[in-house]
């Protein structure tokens, strides 16, 4: 079998490739996994003063949840922001006074409809950057979750590999042998 001729040296080689092989393919499904829930959101960014409020839209499916999500860029304290999301007929679905410089928010989507994300403020100016869209779905989020483990387990398995490798080669230098690590 081809698997025992391979020397002390080489086994470790092909661990670490193997590692290699699992963090490429664990940054491929976190990637994938990203654009996946980021091409179904909305996302607006600019500034708002009083009267020229940042509105952004999102078409949401009935039986999914929604999400909005607000960052105050130039947030200081005591700052505070309005946000209103509205649903058919400019109905009110939910709205939060954000006095943090991050805010999320989940909310429920009775029916399939455009959902408008209205962020305003009364006092003072702010750069805003906000987020409409659906709630990420089981899948998206088990794709997170699933790359997270490959990416754990591929560093951990380099560093494992590493660390033998270098214990090997120091046993080999002390015992007088010649190394076949470049064989």
Known sequence: MWYKKLNN?????????SMAAIL??????????SQT???????GTGPIDVGM?????AELEQGEGGIYAIE???YTEGMGVKATVLGPLRSVITSAVIQDALYEERFPVDETYQ????????????????????????????LGFVS????????VGMI??????????RRLARSGHRSSWRD
């Open 53 to 57: 409020p940042l509105e952004i839209t």
């Open 37 to 43: 829930i980021f091409d179904s959101l909305s996302i």
């Open 148 to 155: 997270l483990y490959m990416l754990l387990v591929g560093v």
């Open 72 to 74: 105050i860029m130039n």
């Open 115 to 142: 959902y408008t994300l209205v962020v305003e403020t009364d006092f003072e100016p702010a750069a805003i950057t906000a987020i409409l869209g659906p709630e990420p779905g089981a899948v998206e989020a088990s």
């Open 9 to 17: 040296m080489q086994k470790p080689t092909i661990v670490l490739l």
């Open 160 to 169: 494992a590999a590493t660390v033998y490798v270098i214990i090997h080669k």
């Open 24 to 33: 490429a393919a664990g940054l491929g499904v976190s990637i994938f996994a």
